[in-house]
């Protein structure tokens, strides 16, 4: 199985994907066992094909263009895995938020969005994920997706820690 995360999709109105079309996008390419978690562009599914090919087919459905990352079933588990003990042992008092990269940044490129981090900001991470967590009430964080990727100067995605389990449930 295969995980394929947009960004930026049915959010504030912008880019609206009904689910059953954008199922459409992947069936079209002949993958099997479509499925799709909350409306916010989470989509599992079996078979091969590229990230660019999925970007397409988005297009040519949508009339759209919606930036994708792939992750395959195993590096998926792994992300869940490694992450910290926190995600699991806390509860609401702290934002747990993990944001996913096109590519696995260098250790130098992890620095870069650390120093930037305020005090109550933790970042970790491990392969194609940063793991961030903070208290519940700190009200502007640094940690946006937008500033991460520039930061990075790559693509990025972040989802929240309930959507990382789900989509792992869904692979298993």
Request: hydrophobic fraction near 35%.
């Amino acid at each position: 199985m295969k995980i394929h995360l947009l960004r930026g999709i049915n959010v504030g109105g912008h880019k609206k994907i009904p689910m059953v079309q954008l199922r459409e996008c992947y069936e079209r390419l002949g993958l099997k066992n479509v499925k799709t978690y909350i409306q916010s562009g989470n989509v599992v599914f079996d078979g091969d094909v590229t990230n660019e090919a999925l970007e397409k087919s988005i297009t040519e459905v949508t009339g759209f263009e919606v930036p994708g990352m792939l992750f395959e079933a195993d590096e998926w588990l792994e992300l869940v895995e490694k992450a910290p003990s926190i995600y699991e042992e806390a509860g609401t008092e702290i934002k747990k938020y993990i944001t996913l990269t096109q590519h696995q940044p260098t250790d130098a490129q992890v620095k870069v969005v650390t120093e930037k981090l305020t005090e109550e900001e933790t970042l970790t991470h491990h392969g194609r994920a940063l793991y961030l967590h903070y208290p519940s009430e700190l009200k502007k964080p640094f940690f946006t997706n937008t500033a991460v990727e520039k930061a990075l100067g790559q693509r990025c995605t972040t989802r929240n820690w309930n959507t990382l389990v789900a989509l792992k449930k869904m692979v298993s």
